[in-house]
């Protein structure tokens, strides 16, 4: 079964304006992490943020927002203030238990930025 | 502070041959993780090591094996290599107990043909 499901497999957007890119996922178990990482035409996987699936708060850095919705079983990416730059691809991931090393990876959407 | 590094960047193979790729992980990090990212998809697990052993596996083939050395560096070895082999291989590293925190490598491109 897919644990992660992204339904976006591109996106554009306007230099200086934000995006969402869109993550939903599915697991049983109460505790989890979720990750995404941005990706580059090198190849590279960078990682962006992490929340945690008792965080509270939904977790923030820099340019980078994590809109956690737990009920809907949601982790939506929010990149502000959008720079060429980002051009990317773009993968949600989840890991589920603190034990559990197999981390699951969305198909990825791929972000244009215009400018 | 070098990250990690992987080699080769890409690899040519034949269908049925056997191929070895490497990956040295971020300096202080103990965790080595390996994924199989097949085109216009996300990466999926191979294994991970640590201690020298293979601590869990995904859902890959015993054709895939690995290794980890005492300097922490680790290796994948992928045996009759199949068409369907053909992707980037990417390596991560993590911090002492905190494997969780995965550090990519730029991975190696291998093309079974």
């Known amino acids: 079964a897919q644990k992660i499901t992204q339904t976006q497999p591109g996106m554009f957007v306007q230099e200086k304006e934000a995006v969402t890119l869109d993550c939903t996922y599915d697991?049983?178990?109460?505790?989890?992490?979720l990750f995404w990482y941005k990706q580059p035409s090198s190849g590279e996987m960078i990682f962006l943020i992490y929340?945690?699936?008792?965080?509270?708060q939904n977790a923030t850095e820099g340019r980078y927002s994590l809109n956690f919705q737990k009920a809907r079983k949601s982790a939506n990416l929010v990149i502000s203030a959008s720079q060429l730059g980002d051009s990317a691809m773009y993968f949600c991931?989840?890991?589920?238990?603190?034990?559990?090393?197999?981390?699951?990876f969305g198909a990825g959407t791929r972000l244009t930025v215009k400018p | 502070d070098a990250g990690v590094t992987q080699s080769p960047t890409h690899l040519i193979k034949t269908r049925g041959q056997q191929v070895t790729l490497r990956c040295s992980p971020k300096?202080?990090?103990?965790?080595v993780s390996w994924y199989q990212q097949a085109l216009g998809q996300g990466p999926q697990f191979i294994f991970q090591?640590?201690?020298?052993?293979?601590?869990q596996r995904g859902n890959f083939p015993d054709r895939f094996s690995g290794h980890q050395f005492p300097n922490y560096s680790s290796e994948l070895n992928v045996n009759a290599l199949l068409l369907g082999d053909s992707a980037l291989y990417l390596c991560?590293?993590?911090?002492?107990?905190?494997?969780?925190?995965?550090?990519f490598g730029p991975g190696t491109r291998l093309t079974v043909t």
């Open positions: 090591y640590y201690e020298e052993e293979e601590r």
């Open positions: 697991t049983s178990d109460q505790s989890y992490g």
């Open positions: 991931a989840m890991r589920e238990r603190p034990n559990n090393n197999d981390m699951r």
């Open positions: 991560a590293s993590s911090p002492p107990g905190r494997s969780y925190e995965q550090y």
């Open positions: 929340q945690g699936s008792y965080d509270e």
């Open positions: 300096s202080g990090h103990d965790t």
